[in-house]
């Protein structure tokens, strides 16, 4: 298949370096900025284009990598183009494929494409799709399709059901961009202690570190220590004690949901007493 972007952000400019890396024909870019196009096709030696139309007509496999919020535009825009037998593919992790109404229609197929990966820049992030995990929903023609040129390049794919696609992408988005905001939250209280960030940051690295490769390893319920898995009352009474109400209040929340993780590992113990002051 030959592959055009409509976009050319980080996940289209990643992506088309990705496909065009590992022997896929990329016909190259189409975006409202011709700037961004331009540059998108130089770092991966492929065509910008000024018309969606004539990437349209490049294309067999037509990847929207733009934000949500237009992919619906987009698609109203080439929909009464010539895209028979064509597929049409988006990547957004939240909207399923049904945003392409009326496609069977005019011919085309359409699926949804997922990296499971954050993505922070245009021209490096592409690195790390190398083996990556991508989920995929849509016609069977166009999953099917889809699924074979990226499992044929070393990919891992898995079908998910269109109905589950806002609570996958929340899923996502609380294992990638929250944990962003635990993180900082601990920073900044050290850094109320006298640290500055770049030592806050360099002092937790093995703890943040370690605690994450211990929860891959051996998963949430036996990598779980700290004062609320041994029932530390007074630890935690302190913990609270010095916190403003924001942070409190998300201590509180995390807190109760570890309480419930805790009970696991130890079903033994009574948590009674720090549930009621959580």
């Not at 960030?197 to 891959?216: D, F, G, H, P, Y």
Request: aromatic residues 8%; charged residues 25%.
């Amino acid at each position: 298949m030959v592959t055009g972007m409509i976009g050319a952000g980080r996940v289209g400019c990643s992506l088309g370096k990705y496909l065009s890396e590992s022997g896929i024909k990329l016909s190259g870019y189409y975006d409202s900025q011709t700037k961004e196009a331009k540059s998108a096709a130089q770092f991966t030696s492929s065509n910008s284009f000024f018309k969606t139309e004539d990437l349209i007509a490049s294309s067999s496999l037509i990847f929207i990598t733009t934000p949500d919020s237009i992919i619906q535009t987009i698609w109203e825009e080439i929909r009464h183009m010539p895209i028979e037998q064509k597929i049409i593919c988006h990547c957004s992790g939240s909207l399923p494929s049904s945003v392409f109404t009326g496609i069977h229609e005019v011919g085309a197929y359409g699926c949804s494409l997922h990296p499971m990966l954050p993505f922070s820049s245009r021209f490096s992030s592409y690195e790390q799709l190398h083996h990556s995990f991508f989920t995929i929903e849509g016609d069977d023609l166009a999953v099917e399709a889809v699924s074979e040129l990226f499992i044929g390049i070393g990919n891992t794919v898995c079908r998910i059901d269109s109905k589950y696609k806002p609570k996958y992408h929340t899923a996502a988005s609380i294992l990638s961009n929250q944990v962003a905001a635990v993180l900082d939250t601990g920073y900044r209280l050290l850094e109320e202690c006298g640290f500055t960030r770049k030592e806050a940051v360099s002092a937790t690295e093995k703890l943040v570190r370690q605690n994450i490769e211990n929860i891959l390893l051996k998963d949430c319920v036996l990598a779980l220590t700290g004062p609320i898995e041994r029932n530390d009352f007074d630890t935690v009474k302190k913990h609270l004690d010095c916190l403003d109400e924001e942070d409190r209040i998300m201590y509180q929340i995390l807190g109760r949901k570890l309480i419930k993780i805790a009970e696991k590992k130890n079903p033994e113990s009574c948590y009674a007493e720090i549930r009621n002051l959580l």
